[in-house]
């Protein structure tokens, strides 16, 4: 460790303080913290880029969907149209409580059967709003980790090349800042790079959260207003 230690002190004197060569010169323990961070980052991008094109998707597929949905035209008529071909949450919604509904169309019209199929029928929307909005919500915890850990990585390779600095110069007994420099700079690196990791997962986090509770809002929504048009069916048929 020792040896280690000044030989990348004496390295100080003309050391190229390139990025690379930042990485290279680093203690294996920065080095090991540098790579986490870089794995972290590409991750949180690869989340971040996946949910902005999942949500656009829903947004534009559930604006075609209540286009159709609120034209007048029939509902089974609909149904029959997205039964092979749910690819949104809205249609999958709406599909599940139609599979309850043309079962209560068969059974009896007494009050009794029509409360049951009713209560059925708002249980399936609720279990059914709240599967797909956790898929939605599916590796959003990532950006949320990585925006809340990185700083804190960071720091870890920080105070370790700080020390390694800090052991040159009882090592070399040598002030000069040339000793000291390469080993504060790949403490810096290891700071900035927890810092590039996290900046865009918490911006990424913050901005999918909310468009999560935008779409949950408006899938809870329109299961209201489904169940409602279906509660009220059910009390023509009753009569």
């Known amino acids: 460790m020792e040896t280690e230690v000044v030989s990348a002190a ?11 060569s930042l990485f290279l010169r680093a203690d294996p323990v920065v080095k090991t913290v540098m790579g986490i961070l870089v794995i972290a980052s590409i991750w949180s991008w690869a989340v971040i880029i996946d949910k902005s094109l999942t949500f656009g998707r829903l947004k534009s597929k559930s604006n075609k969907f209540e286009d159709q949905f609120w034209s007048g035209k029939p509902l089974d008529d609909l149904y029959r149209k997205t039964r092979d071909r749910q690819d949104h949450p809205m249609a999958r919604v709406f599909a599940a409580a139609m599979e309850e509904w043309s079962s209560a169309k068969t059974s009896g019209r ?22 797909e909005l956790e898929k939605a919500e599916k590796s959003l915890g990532v950006l949320a980790t990585v925006g809340s850990a990185a700083p804190f990585v960071g720091l870890l390779g920080t105070v370790w090349g700080i020390m390694n600095a800090f052991q040159a110069i009882a090592l070399t007994k040598d002030t000069n800042l040339a000793v000291v420099a390469p080993g504060i700079a790949e403490a810096l690196f290891a700071t900035a790079l927890g810092l590039l990791a996290a900046i865009p997962a918490v911006v990424g986090y913050n901005r999918y959260s909310s468009a999560l509770n935008s779409f949950a809002v408006r899938l809870q929504g329109f299961a209201d207003e489904f169940s409602a048009i279906l509660s009220r069916q059910l009390d023509e048929r009753s009569r």
């Open 10 to 20: 004496t390295a100080g004197v003309g050391a190229d303080f390139s990025l690379w």
């Open 110 to 131: 007494s009050e009794a059967l029509t409360i049951s199929a009713r209560d059925r029928i708002d249980k399936i929307l609720n279990v059914s709003v709240s599967r």
